[in-house]
């Protein structure tokens, strides 16, 4: 939403969280979804870094696909 709304900062403030939030369950997901999710938050962090709010907010919504599967996923076992 933020990088929807234009606002870089906010952007960039919530690629951070992210990456501090991924620490706390990557332990518990296996290796292939651990990578996408490595993956998509550099693509997140890249977009931020070339000020690309349109790339950034790419990532961010193809990352939040990836987690509501993982979630799913972990939900049906």
């Known amino acids: 939403m933020d990088a929807e709304d234009g606002d ?3 952007v960039t403030g ?8 991924r620490n706390r369950f990557v332990h518990a ?3 292939l979804a651990a990578t996408h999710v490595d993956a998509l938050l550099l693509a997140l962090g890249e977009g931020v870094a070339d000020e690309d ?3 950034a907010s ?18 049906s076992s």
């Not at 919530?14 to 939030?21: F, K, M, N, S």
């Not at 790419?58 to 939900?75: F, K, P, V, Y």
């Open 14 to 21: 919530d690629t951070a969280v992210l990456g501090w939030i």
């Open 29 to 31: 997901v296996d290796e």
């Open 8 to 10: 870089l900062e906010a």
């Open 53 to 55: 709010l349109a790339a």
């Open 58 to 75: 790419r990532a961010g919504r193809r990352l939040t696909r990836l987690l509501e599967s993982i979630h799913t996923n972990a939900d």
